[in-house]
T-cell receptor
């Protein structure tokens, strides 16, 4: 769907270690987003990007950083992973900032032990 | 597969029945709405969308109805099939004069189970 690939699909890491999740899209979409999905909370926005090197915080950005050096790639970094960051992470992209749907990747399941 | 959500509303139907999934939203400024389907272990999949200047939109076997007066959105699936079993959730956004960068607010979702 919309050519979005996330890697890795699964990862287990220890508390305190840095982790980087990768998102690659082949649709030349300008806008990209990182969400986390947790039971009882639904999808919550972590960070988003509205162009190369243009990023901003979402509602749950503490402990996360992002980078977008190319249109097709959007990286999410957990600077020092904590157990509360155990979650499923989804990347999404869209063509326009309004009146167009987000297209999602298949997610990365991250477990922090 | 992974658990997408716990204690979500559930809807069980028989194959061939029509299904109606409801969503209430709170932001009266929301002007764009989307329905997604999520199967276990996969990302949300776009089904259909609707803008606030419309009250009904039809796709293949699906219809979305928007009632802005009561801030209510529904997804109707005709002739439901076992392959329709999934979590369905709505999303809304408000353009906010072009400064919102398309940020969507997602509902919790409804689990649809279709019995053969």
């Amino acid at each position: 769907d919309a050519g979005i690939t996330q890697s890795p699909r699964h990862k287990v890491t220890e508390t305190g270690t840095p982790v980087t999740l990768r998102c690659h899209q082949t649709e030349n979409h300008r806008y990209m987003y990182w969400y986390r999905q947790d039971p009882g909370h639904g999808l919550r926005l972590i960070h988003y990007s509205y162009g190369v090197k243009d990023t901003d915080k979402g509602e749950v950005s503490d402990g996360y950083s992002v980078s977008r050096s190319k249109t097709e790639d959007f990286l999410l970094t957990l600077e020092s992973a904590t157990s509360s960051q155990t979650s499923v992470y989804f990347c999404a992209s869209r063509q326009s900032s309004y009146n167009s749907p987000l297209h999602f990747g298949n997610g990365t399941r991250l477990t922090v032990t | 597969g992974e658990s997408v959500g716990l204690h979500l509303p559930t809807l069980s139907v028989q194959e061939g029945d029509n299904s109606i999934i409801n969503c209430a939203y709170s932001n009266s400024a929301s002007d764009y709405f989307i329905w997604y389907k999520q199967e276990s272990g996969k990302g949300p999949q776009f089904i259909i969308d609707i803008r606030s200047n419309m009250d009904k939109r039809q796709g293949q076997r699906v219809t979305v109805l928007l009632n802005k007066t009561v801030k209510h959105l529904s997804l109707q699936i005709a002739a439901t099939q076992p392959g329709d079993s999934a979590v369905y959730f709505c999303a809304e956004s408000a353009d906010a004069g072009g400064t919102s960068y398309g940020k969507l607010t997602f509902g919790q979702g409804t689990i649809l189970t279709v019995h053969p």
